[in-house]
């Protein structure tokens, strides 16, 4: 009979120091053969909804979370049962130290990913996942650290000298420190790298934050509520948070949503934003009448046959063309290294409402497409949007961003900047308006277009002319004759 084993999957870090995920629904149940790389949940991050794929091959054997519950990154959340392809000793031969404990038994449990039979001491592998894992989760459940070499590259909690061999000397050691004083380790902050760079480029020291994530870790939204003002410092007193409706309040006159998901991500984020990067917006109403009438030829015309063609495109690649003019808005501010960081392509942001809150996915090299990609790519990006299908990939390393509030009837407002970028424009309503024209009183389509820009990056002579630039394509599409 073929030996079978328990293999137990944690849910891995899906990108960027996520710490936790929301399980949407399981598609599969106990019971269930599954093949490598099935779908077997779909998750929601703080960016996005993803679907896992299963990291082995065999029957569902538990369900460890139940659909809607939160997960800290690292929990196990389903176990398999899978057949153990482990070659058996040869025979007159003893079991060796990696097998000791588990032969002579078909069945055995196991929370390590796959290819842990390695020698006792050594660091746990990985198991090899399109998603990838997180760090090595230990049963304190503190993240794995890789043992430093002593002595005679010997590791610290390694395999111990094999019988018969001298033990190795061990190199000189630091003093130990006092027993009431901590130690460099204690001392250092738990976080991951994305998050221990987002608090140097914020200018933020990390040991004045309080970790909220497991076993202490310091989170991004650690560092970012730091950075609202709103974090409390280690030092501070702890209270507890309210919860329920207020007094005299019944819960039939209140309706409670849980903040998390995106809609957390999103909130986090602004309030970085706002509290981070001075803010100034100007504002510019345009005749966009030419713009109209060109777009309306571009759908009539056989080369956009079959695409769709909105005022949105159109206003994409002229803030594409009116940067080439103006590179100082395609930049960021980096506090950790103190430099402005001016990006050689731009990855284009486009606002995005869906159900589960605000979104902004970006089109990468964005000012290298001509405009029927870029008609392509507006639709791939707005539609994978609104199903809350976006990858984690296309939520970050956005340069600049569009917003465009027309589609709700408004006509102008004061956007709040992306993090990490140095402007974003907001599209107002397309409207008939009485405008002077050709000295005389018409009936023109009109627009009014904001740029809030970042003013360490930007000098308000600068964000002027870009926004000058943009409003003369607008007006005027021939003018990128004299641009280009």
């Given amino acids: 009979m073929s030996a079978t084993m328990i293999k137990e999957f944690r849910l891995p870090d899906l990108g960027e120091g996520l710490t936790e995920s929301e399980i949407l629904s399981w598609k599969v149940a106990v019971g269930d053969t599954v093949t490598l790389n099935q779908v077997i949940a779909e998750v929601e991050t703080a960016k996005a909804v993803v679907e896992l794929p299963s990291p082995f091959a065999g029957t569902v054997a538990a369900l ?18 899978v057949d153990d392809v482990a070659a058996p000793p040869p025979n007159g031969t003893a079991p060796s130290a990696a097998t000791a404990g588990v032969a002579g038994s078909d069945a055995r449990t196991s929370s390590e990913p796959v290819g842990t039979g390695s020698p006792v001491g050594a660091p746990a592998k990985r198991e090899p996942n399109l998603v990838g894992y997180g760090a090595v989760v230990e049963k304190s459940g503190r993240p794995a650290r890789r043992p430093r070499a002593i002595g005679g590259g010997i590791a610290e909690g390694g395999p111990a000298p094999a019988a018969g061999q001298p033990a190795p000397v061990p190199a000189p050691t ?14 250092r902050p738990r976080s991951t790298p994305p998050v221990r760079k987002l608090a140097r480029d914020l ?20 560092v970012q509520d730091f950075a609202a003002g709103s974090q409390v410092q280690v030092s501070a007193p702890e209270v507890a948070p309210a919860s329920g409706p207020a007094v005299g309040v019944s819960a039939e006159r209140e309706t409670r ?9 999103t909130a986090a984020a602004m309030v970085q934003s706002a509290f981070t990067a001075p803010h100034v917006t100007e504002f510019l109403t345009i005749d966009v009448t ?25 206003a994409a690649k002229a803030v594409l063309i009116a940067l080439r003019r103006n590179p100082t808005l395609n930049s960021r501010w980096d506090e950790g290294a103190q430099e402005i960081v001016q990006f050689n392509y731009v990855n284009l942001g486009i606002a995005a409402a869906t159900p589960r809150g605000l979104t902004v996915p970006n089109i990468k090299d964005a000012d290298k497409m001509t405009l029927l990609e870029l008609s392509t790519a507006l639709s791939e ?20 961003s569009i917003t465009n509030i027309g ?3 408004i006509d102008a407002g004061t956007p709040i900047l992306n993090p990490g970028e140095a402007a974003i424009v907001a599209l107002g309503s397309v409207r008939k308006a009485p405008w002077v ?8 389509q009109v627009m009014s277009l904001s740029l809030s820009f970042d003013h360490r990056l930007v000098d308000g002579e600068q964000g002027s002319r870009f926004l000058a630039d943009l409003g003369a394509i607008l007006s005027d599409p021939a003018t990128v004759i004299t641009m280009v």
Wanted: no cysteine.
């Fill in 64 to 81: 460890h979370e139940q659909a809607g519950s939160v997960v800290e990154v690292g929990k196990p959340i389903v176990s398999f049962e």
């Fill in 174 to 187: 630091a003093p130990t420190a006092a027993p009431n004083e901590p130690t460099a380790e204690q001392e």
């Fill in 203 to 222: 200018g933020i020291d990390l040991e004045l934050i309080k970790g909220t994530g497991p076993a202490g870790l310091i989170t991004r939204s650690d």
């Fill in 257 to 265: 949503t849980p903040i998390k998901g995106v809609r957390k991500f």
């Fill in 290 to 314: 030419p713009t109209m009438e060109l777009l309306a030829r571009l759908k009539a015309s056989r080369e956009f046959a079959g695409y769709k063609l909105t005022p949105l495109t159109i």
């Fill in 381 to 400: 990006l707005t539609d994978t949007a609104r199903s809350g299908k976006t990858s984690p990939s296309d939520l970050s390393g956005g340069t600049i």
């Fill in 407 to 409: 589609v709700f009837g």
């Fill in 437 to 444: 024209h050709n000295d005389e009183l018409a009936v023109r």
